[in-house]
C-alpha cells in the first residue's frame, strides 16, 4: 500500500509498505499531522515506520472510526493497575513501533476504535485525538470559575486546550505571537493578552517549545499549577530550586478521553474547522510536512483517500 | 549582641551586631544548621547577615518559644489570599532580609511564634522547623495505607520526611548511603534499601542534590508524584519531555505546620535526638559549619545561650 515512511529522519512517500494484519483494519479517510509528528522528523523520538496518530477512517463494516493510539500489553504492573495509556510494553501508532496513520490502512485493536457520530464530519472527527489530549488536563487538575488560567501558545493544541477550558468557567488568557491565531480565539470570546506575572493559578504551556516553560514559571502563582502539554527533542535547564522555594506544582499532561472529545464535537462545543490550515493528498504527503513545519502554520491534513491534490 | 555573621559567602563570629528592636524578641536557647543555611554558604542565594533559621528560645516573659520563618506583609496579592508563607514581600529568617538565630537574640513578629510543650525538650524543639518542613508533604500530596513512597536521602531531613511518611500507613523505603543513617532508620522500623524502577506512587527528594532529581525521575511509576524538598545552589538539566508522556507530577514542598510538628514532638511518635551530630557554643559557631558540612554530618546545634563549649 501507499504510506509515508520516515527513516533517519528523512520522509518519502513508499508504494510498497506491506498493509497491516491482525487486529482491526482500518481504512485511513484522513489524518492530521502533529506537532509530534514534526519533532519526529526532528529527532525527539527515533521512530522508524509510517507515521501519523491523529485519524479518521472506517472499518471493515464500513462504520467511521477514530482511535486511541496507546496499544496496551494487558500484562505489566501498569496495566494491572488499570493504566493501559501508560503501558510499560505499548506499542504507540505511528510514535513507537507501530505503523501510523499517513497510509492508505492502518490498524489497532477494537478496543482502542471509538464511533463517530454522524453530527461529526471527517474534518472534524479528525481533531478527535488532540481534542482529547486537551481534556486530559482536566482529568489531571481541578479548574473552575473563577480560576485564572494561562494558556501559553496559539498554535493548534494551544487552541484546543484554550477552547476546552474556557468551558470550564476559568477566568483564561491565551498567549501567543500570530495575530490570525489569537482573532481566532477571540472570535471564540476567548481573551488574549499579556498576563500578570506570578498571579495565574494554572499556566497551561502550549508552545512547543522549552522556552515556553520559562514564561510559565514566570506567570504561575506561588502554589499555582503548571501543565506541561509539549514534547519536543532536547532537554530544558531551569532552577528547581525556585520551584521548591513557591511549591510549584508542575505536571505532565498527554493523552486524554477519547469518548468527551466526541461529544464535544458533536455538540459543537469546540469548532476546530478554523484551525484547518491545508490538505494534501498522501502521494504529497512530504509536501503537507513541510506546509505544517512553516512557523505559524496551523493543521495540516492528509487525505489518504484519494490521490489527486484537492 | 555576639552573632554569627555572612557575607560575601564567608562566616565569622561577631560581638557587635545589633539587638533587634521592635517585634517580639527572644533570647535564643539553642539553634540548628540546615542544609539551607550550607547552601547560603556556597551561594545558594545572596544573603547578608545572620543566619539560622531554626530555634528555640524564650520570649520576654520567659517562655520557651519556636517560630515560623515567612514574616508576611499583609499587604499583597498573595497575603489577601491567605497565603502568608508564600508573601511576595516576605523576610525570611537567616534567609530573607531579616537576621536569623545564630544569635543571642532574634526577633519575629508575635504571630509567628508558637509556645513549647513543657514535655518537649529544647534539643527536641529545635527539630519543630524541619519537622514542619517535612510534614508540608502532606499537606500537598494525599498519602496513605499501601501507597508505594521512596524517600531519597537519609539525612537530617530525609530522616525527618521518613519519621513523617511512615506514620501514614505507606509503603515506605528509604534510600541512602550512609549505614549509620540508615541504621537509625531500620531501628525505627522503616525499610530501606533499592526500590524497583518506575514503582513508586510517590518519590520525595531529599538528598539535596541536583543528581537526586534524575533518581526520583527513575523510581517514580508513570503518573506518579516527586516531590522535591531540596533547595540548592545551581540549575537543573532534565528532559521535560518524557515528564509529559509519563504524565508524571512534580510538586515544590518548602515550609510547613508548626502546629502538628510541635504535637508530634510532644506525643514522641517521632523521635529526634539521634539526629543530633554535635553540639557548638555561638563562639565557635564557624567550626559548627565546619563539622555540618563535613560529608555525611546530621544535625548540628549551636549553642546560643553559654559560651564555653559543650
Same mark, same amino acid.
Given at each position: 500500500m501507499r504510506a509515508l515512511w520516515l527513516e533517519d529522519r528523512e520522509?518519502?512517500?513508499?508504494?510498497?509498505?506491506?498493509?497491516?494484519?491482525?487486529?482491526?483494519?482500518?481504512?485511513?479517510?484522513?489524518?492530521?499531522?502533529? /506537532?509530534?509528528?514534526?519533532e519526529l522528523t526532528r529527532g525527539y523520538y527515533p521512530y522508524t515506520g509510517v507515521p501519523g496518530h491523529e485519524f479518521v477512517g472506517e472499518d471493515e463494516q464500513g462504520r467511521r472510526v477514530v482511535g486511541e493510539? /496507546?496499544?496496551?500489553?494487558?500484562?505489566?504492573?501498569?496495566?494491572?493497575?488499570?493504566?493501559?495509556?501508560?503501558?510499560?510494553?505499548r506499542t504507540v501508532l505511528g510514535i513507537v513501533n507501530r505503523n501510523g496513520a499517513f497510509a492508505e490502512y492502518a490498524s489497532l485493536p477494537a478496543e482502542n476504535l471509538h464511533p463517530v457520530p454522524d453530527e461529526v464530519t471527517d474534518e472534524e472527527?479528525?481533531?478527535?485525538?488532540?481534542?482529547?489530549?486537551?481534556?486530559?488536563?482536566?482529568?489531571?487538575?481541578?479548574?473552575?470559575?473563577?480560576?485564572?488560567?494561562?494558556?501559553?501558545?496559539d498554535g493548534k493544541l494551544g487552541n484546543l486546550v484554550a477552547?476546552?477550558?474556557?468551558?470550564t468557567g476559568c477566568v483564561l488568557t491565551v498567549v501567543g505571537r500570530h495575530e490570525a491565531k489569537l482573532e481566532?480565539?477571540?472570535?471564540?470570546?476567548?481573551?488574549?493578552?499579556?498576563?500578570?506575572?506570578?498571579?495565574?493559578?494554572?499556566?497551561?504551556?502550549?508552545?512547543?517549545?522549552?522556552?515556553?516553560?520559562?514564561?510559565?514559571?514566570?506567570?504561575?502563582?506561588?502554589?499555582?499549577?503548571?501543565?506541561?502539554?509539549?514534547?519536543?527533542?532536547?532537554?530544558?535547564?531551569? /532552577?528547581?530550586?525556585?520551584v521548591v522555594v513557591d511549591e510549584v506544582t508542575i505536571v505532565g499532561s498527554r493523552c486524554g478521553p477519547f469518548a468527551p472529545a466526541l461529544?464535544?464535537?458533536?455538540?459543537?462545543?469546540?469548532?476546530?474547522?478554523?484551525?484547518?490550515?491545508a490538505r494534501f493528498p498522501l502521494a504529497e504527503a512530504?509536501?503537507?510536512?513541510?506546509?505544517?513545519?512553516?512557523?505559524?502554520?496551523?493543521?495540516?491534513?492528509?487525505?489518504?483517500?484519494? /490521490?489527486?491534490?484537492?
Open positions: 520522509l518519502r512517500v513508499r508504494e510498497d509498505v506491506p498493509r497491516p494484519t491482525g487486529e482491526t483494519l482500518v481504512k485511513v479517510r484522513l489524518a492530521g499531522i502533529c /506537532n509530534t509528528d514534526l493510539i /496507546n496499544v496496551a500489553c494487558h500484562a505489566c504492573a501498569t496495566c494491572a493497575r488499570g493504566d493501559h495509556t501508560h503501558c510499560e510494553r472527527a479528525v481533531f478527535t485525538e488532540p481534542l482529547a489530549a486537551a481534556l486530559e488536563i482536566q482529568q489531571q487538575v481541578a479548574i473552575g470559575p473563577g480560576q485564572r488560567v494561562v494558556v501559553l501558545g477552547q476546552t477550558l474556557a468551558l481566532l480565539l477571540e472570535k471564540r470570546g476567548i481573551a488574549t493578552g499579556t498576563p500578570e506575572a506570578r498571579r495565574a493559578d494554572v499556566v497551561v504551556e502550549c508552545t512547543g517549545q522549552a522556552a515556553g516553560f520559562d514564561e510559565a514559571r514566570r506567570l504561575v502563582r506561588p502554589r499555582g499549577t503548571i501543565v506541561l502539554k509539549s514534547t519536543y527533542a532536547g532537554d530544558l535547564t531551569l /532552577n528547581m530550586s525556585s461529544e464535544l464535537l458533536k455538540s459543537r462545543k469546540v469548532d476546530v474547522k478554523p484551525l484547518i490550515e512530504v509536501e503537507a510536512f513541510a506546509e505544517a513545519g512553516r512557523r505559524g502554520a496551523l493543521k495540516v491534513l492528509i487525505d489518504t483517500s484519494s /490521490n489527486p491534490k484537492i
